[in-house]
């Protein structure tokens, strides 16, 4: 048995293709198995025994498979295979189990199956870092309101969220950039922007102390292009009077991923600083003329907590959950504000927003904005080529812009006022699939 149904266990494309090449294996076997009375009582144990070592692999994948258990079916039809096994072995017993019913039995059992594997609807998608935590906090809590859909994000960076959409190769995009122009028209098809919630890049540092320190956007600027070198400069010193600053050497950190941070980032620092906008620009990826790259918004947080007297940029959730210092930083009116789910709120409430969505938000007016906000985005094509996935992904949208927001400012992220919420809700019904 080991050699003759076991090797079919190996991943086929997926959990539902899994459950149901395994359970087509195990039921082709199942209707060839010659009863006790024509191969013996002890021969007949050894064929059990063996259908039950093959459960117990079977029902140890199901469990490490822990993303998948959502949905108790799956659960369910490993009840009734066991039961299978169990009603052909007292039925063999007692001579009542002849070979139509256990095929009717087997039939059964098998439409069953095939309903399960198929009720379960897997939607990819990749991308920003930036949302992440969010996004993972909506796939667990939208698994319980419709159990028959598991999302499998990959948090590859918004860049390659936008190769992947435009490649077709995932379901939905994610970035915290919006598509320029010329990689819109080189779309396959027309892609939407679905704008989420609004957070905050903070400046994050690892000195001595954790003293409190205020930047602006020049002085940022100057350490990113490499001209401002060590930490007791004078234009830091100038902004951060009775701080104790050290006589080190600034060690730069920036993404060395295609990312929406650094897009928001790279915007801010064009918009206060001619110098940066000219040699450097802003892009998700940029030529950096100074510092070390860590990969995704986790790579940057590590890396500024490993290395001492360093600097980075990260969005703020993750500054929060790794406990890092993190500078308040004055804005276009000149004041000088933490980050925080008020002070993003006042910047996303300053921005306008065009028809497609596609909009920026730094470097906004107000005493009370935070200078270094952004919103995140979902891509996803307005024609939806599976009709079946392309439902479910609506319904997830128009979800997650209804009672997904209420969960936004649990992780410091803004959630979109009401009337661009309603615009988006509107956008969303223009999905065809």
Known sequence: MGSRITPHLRPVGGFAAECAAATTHFLAWVLTLPGAALIGAAAYSRRISELRRFFRLYTHRLTARSQCLTNSRHRIVTVKLLTLVRALRHGDRTMKLHSLSRKLLAALLLSGVAATASAQQTINGAGATFPYPIYSKWFDAYAKVDPSVRFNYQSIGSGGGQKQIMAQ??????????????????????????????????????????????????????????????????????????????????????????????????????????????????????????????????????????????????????????????????????????????????????????????????????????????????????????????KKLVEFLKWAEKDGEKMAKDLDYAPLPDKLRERVLQRISEIKY
């Open 169 to 390: 190769t995932v379901d939905f995009g994610a970035s915290d950039g919006p598509m320029s122009d010329d990689n819109l028209s080189k779309a396959p098809g027309k892609l939407l922007h679905i704008p989420t919630v609004a957070g905050a890049v903070v400046i994050t540092y690892n000195l001595e102390g954790n003293p409190a320190l205020k930047l602006d956007g020049e002085t940022i600027a100057g350490i990113y292009l490499g001209t401002i070198k060590k930490w007791n400069d004078p234009k830091i010193a100038a902004l951060n009077s009775g701080a104790k600053l050290p006589d080190e050497e600034i060690v730069v950190v920036h993404r060395s991923d295609g990312s929406g941070t650094t897009f928001i980032f790279t915007d801010y620092l064009s918009k206060v600083s001619a110098d940066w906008k000219s040699k450097v620009g802003n892009n998700t990826s940029v030529s950096w003329p100074a510092g070390l790259g860590g990969k995704g918004n986790e790579g940057v947080a590590g890396q500024v907590k490993q290395t001492p007297n360093s600097i980075g940029y990260v969005e703020l959730i993750y500054a929060i959950q790794n406990k890092m210092t993190y500078a308040d930083l004055k804005n276009a009116d000149g004041q000088v504000v933490k980050a925080t789910l008020d002070s993003v709120t006042a910047a996303l409430a300053t921005a306008t927003v065009p028809d497609d969505f596609r909009f920026s938000m730094t470097n906004a007016s107000g005493k009370d904005s935070y200078p270094i906000a952004g919103v995140t985005w979902l891509l996803v094509y307005q024609q939806q080529q599976d009709a079946t996935k392309g």
